[in-house]
């Protein structure tokens, strides 16, 4: 063996050493090793040496650098997890029936999966965070914030994004229903396509229905969101059926010609200094907003209001269950706004009488959505809702054609699954 290959056999043992180390012992060993680099090279500044017989060993000190500073580059930005109480498959962690089970990450962020959780890590070679597939359960949240984490929880199709922050989150697989307690920090939750993101803060709860299509942002306090999952929406949702339906969907009034008030100023403005619907809408303070229409007189605001504010209204009407008042809103932005809001006011109406159980007015709203709005932002759930009323009016036969229309535009679509189902039938 020649002289520099006997110099180069330490790195292999180091990388074997490196390997073992615990988190803070790498940091640690880092530490050390860059405050040797800074020690030899002001003795190497000083010192006269013969290059010729000097350059095998600066060759392998030079590799032997090159390998450290990459090993302690690399672990200082991948996030490292140790999973306590479950097997962690690769990242995939099925928490036993008897026991929960606790997830710290080396940036000290900490989870708790309750007995029966099952759930995915992925998206750990990034020290800002990870991306945490709930498939079913609770888990405890103690996320540390560190100036540039980003943290993402997702469970079906609502995402959670923290920065740093202590809540507690609950899936229910088999409903589609999630829920977030806050207890410190603040997260947004992004639900189905087309509803946007929601601000969640401490003291508050979440609860995310994606059957029903709904959003609801309460005091954590009380423990019995209103309404209640997954009951409708609506005032008039209550536990009797709904009376029964013609058999041939109602078609939804034409909304009147507009007017030259088709877009008038507002007659009854917000006062100065507050701030709009919308941006409260985007801070979950969907009660203030309908406070405040009530403040201003509600058949006013429907009236005089402009687009955005009556979008604002409609939304924390559906959020807080006032569902005649979202229906009215909605209405009046079909009335007055017909061109810039009147497929996506049509949407909503059918995801409101869906919630509703009344399905004939939902798939005629939604069919309406779609033909104003082929190629809309709510296309894709319009058609999900046309298929899910047609199955529910017509049965799945009927809804084949419908769930192939599905898959054949969004093969990777929220409904997907269900299109597919639906697809196969006979």
């Not at 829920?179 to 189905?192: A, C, P």
């Not at 303070?285 to 009530?294: L, N, P, S, T, Y």
Request: net charge neutral.
């Amino acid at each position: 063996m020649s002289e520099p290959e006997r110099q180069l056999d330490p790195v292999a043992a180091l990388l074997q050493r490196a390997a073992r180390l615990s988190e803070p012992e790498r940091r640690e060993a880092r530490a050390a090793f860059l405050r040797r680099v800074d020690e030899e090279q002001a003795r190497a500044s000083s010192a006269r040496v013969v290059v010729r017989r000097v350059a095998p060993l600066a060759l392998a000190a030079g590799m032997l650098l090159f390998v450290c500073v990459f090993w302690f580059w690399r672990t200082e930005r991948d996030l490292d997890y140790v999973v306590e109480g479950a097997a962690d498959e690769s990242g995939y962690v099925s928490v036993p029936l008897d026991h929960p089970a606790a997830i710290t990450f080396s940036d000290r962020t900490r989870i708790r999966a309750a007995a029966g959780t099952r759930l995915r890590i992925d998206e750990t070679k990034n020290e800002r965070g990870a991306r945490i597939s709930v498939e079913r359960g609770r888990v405890e949240a103690e996320v540390t914030h560190t100036g540039h984490s980003d943290w993402r929880f997702v469970a079906g199709p609502f995402v959670v994004r923290v920065v740093g922050t202590r809540f507690e989150l609950l899936w229910e697989a088999d409903r589609e229903r999630l829920e977030v307690i806050l207890r410190e920090g603040s997260v947004e939750v992004e639900g189905y396509s087309g509803s946007g993101a929601v601000s969640v803060r401490a003291g508050q709860r979440f609860v995310g229905d994606a059957v029903a299509r709904t959003l609801l942002v309460s005091d954590a306090a009380a423990r019995d969101p209103e309404p209640a999952p997954p009951a409708a929406q609506g005032q008039d949702a209550e536990v009797a059926p709904a009376p029964p339906e013609p058999a041939a969907p109602l078609e939804p009034a034409a909304p009147p010609e507009p007017s030259s008030s088709e877009a008038p100023a507002p007659l009854v403005a917000p006062p100065s200094g507050k701030p709009s619907w919308s941006k409260l809408i985007s801070q979950g303070e969907f009660r203030r907003v309908v406070q405040e229409a009530e403040a201003r007189g509600t058949q006013s605001c429907l009236t005089s209001c402009d687009a955005a504010d009556l979008n604002a209204l409609a939304d924390a009407a559906r959020y807080v269950g006032q569902g005649d008042l979202a229906e009215q809103a909605l209405l009046a932005l079909r009335a007055r706004y017909a061109q810039a809001a009147g497929s996506r006011a049509a949407f909503l109406l059918g995801r409101l009488h869906e919630s509703r159980g009344a399905a004939a007015r939902a798939r005629s709203w939604y069919e309406t959505a779609l033909r104003e709005a082929p190629g809309g932002a709510f296309a894709a759930e319009a058609l999900a809702g046309k298929m899910r009323t047609v199955q529910i009016l017509e049965g799945p036969a009927a809804a084949r054609a419908v769930a192939q229309e599905y898959l054949r535009l969004y093969p990777s679509g929220v409904h997907a699954k269900t299109a597919r189902q639906l697809a196969a039938q006979p």
